[in-house]
DNA sequence: ATAATATTTTGACATTTATCAATTAATTAA
DNA sequence: TTAATTAATTGATAAATGTCAAAATATTAT
């Protein structure tokens, strides 16, 4: 089922080829430009996310315009807009960095299979403790350290949980970096030219190098 | 079973009298004094806690000794470590704030029901769900409200959610006041005394009297 | 009760971070 | 390609918040 990425994280590895096609019709796969919102936030939708390709950013969109990025998602990973059996009210908005394509899953296909597959809801549970946990190593960082070290932190993100190499061209703009780092977008320059004069990364424009992945852990345990 | 309180929160309002047995041993009853740690964040354990009477406070502690309290629990509230499905290491410390008593559930019955009962699941899901989006919303106040905004925030918690009533003698110190807000005890004592010249509040040691909600409200949603 | 200890409050000052305006670079549209 | 628009960068300055030390209160143990 080609919306599924073989791998230890996805939720969906313990449903049968059957349970699958119940939960999912393939012709439900939707795609998106960039910049298209997929979820919006305080909305209603009563659907779940299995993102197939490209990149999404999650974020709120807070008072006085400042948006929080939480996260960025990319293929296999599965994400609900945080109204799941909880009123269909969206707590976040899903936009589209790159093209994407995506599965749209009806909530309610997913505790049908609860009962005749317990080990599903473990999935999704275990899915859901994850996400509180990084929310709450989150909320510690972006709280107690400084901005060096958020900066840091967000490069690291990107190198290691989303790119998967030094060398990347970054999908997002400075003020979106910004956002992921909880500071202003001048800020966030300031800190990037630092790391430059430093011979930590090299940067041109969207295109970033790590050259000194030590420090940038150094900086951002201890920032 | 006097472990459970009966309201809507209730995640276990959908189990029989015969599965409420099942998850609890009545004997199970753990009490705890003030300031006893009741999970430990980085240690391994499979239990779930239920409380049954007391207050308590969950909290991350950060790096520096700084710590930031996620939440206070009191009577009828679920709540697991961030272990759970998930590896068995708890991701915060709870520790007692009053005399607690509270059951300790271990985390491998809750699956077990889940094949008979698949609206516990789905209790679960939605109990994690809640959980997720008010750290959310913690997130986003934390990060982008001035401390004016996060004090009367902390203080309307207090109110709502605790307390219950405008006037009450809280069982946090002025330290914990400032780790719920994410800010230092000094910057906390200040906020507090402004709040006071501006008869917001009335204080007398532990003892807190909201005397303008109104003006609380607003300085929350605009600080 | 009294001393000892811990907590709360206050003040002076330093640091971190944001804001605003101006400039430069990059992207998009005609 | 060139103009128009948007994004990125830099500098000067202001605002928010933290640090440190001291004084005042409250709490605990003897």
Redesign the pocket.
């Known amino acids: 089922m080609s919306c599924f990425v073989e791998n230890e994280a996805n939720i969906f590895k313990s449903l049968s080829e059957k349970e699958l096609h119940f939960l999912i019709d393939k012709k439900q796969q939707i795609k998106y430009n960039v910049r298209e919102t997929i979820i919006k936030q305080n909305t209603s939708s009563t659907f779940v996310i299995c993102m197939r390709d490209g990149l999404a950013k999650v974020f709120i969109e807070g008072e006085?315009g400042k948006n929080l990025i939480v996260k960025i998602i990319g293929r296999g990973d599965f994400i609900s807009g945080g109204g799941l059996f909880n009123g269909n009210v969206q707590h976040f908005t899903i936009s589209a960095l790159t093209p994407v394509t995506c599965c749209l899953i009806d909530a309610s296909k997913l505790s049908n299979l609860f009962a005749e597959n317990n080990s599903f809801a473990v999935e999704l549970l275990r899915n859901h403790t994850k996400q509180n946990n990084y929310l709450l190593s989150k909320m510690v960082s972006l709280t107690q350290?400084?901005?060096?070290g958020?900066v840091a932190e967000t490069l690291l993100y990107l190198k290691d949980e989303i790119y998967r190499k030094s060398q990347f061209t970054i999908d997002?703009?400075?003020?979106?970096l910004a956002d992921m780092s909880?500071?202003?977008?001048?800020?966030?320059?300031?800190i990037?030219?630092q790391f430059k004069e430093s011979n930590i990364i090299k940067?041109?424009?969207?295109n970033i190098e790590i050259l000194d992945e030590g420090s940038l852990i150094h900086i951002s345990k201890n920032g």
Chains 1, 2 share one sequence.
């Open positions: 006085k350290k400084y901005m060096p958020r997002l703009s400075r003020q979106e909880n500071m202003t977008k001048e800020s966030l320059v300031r990037l030219q940067t041109q424009g969207s």
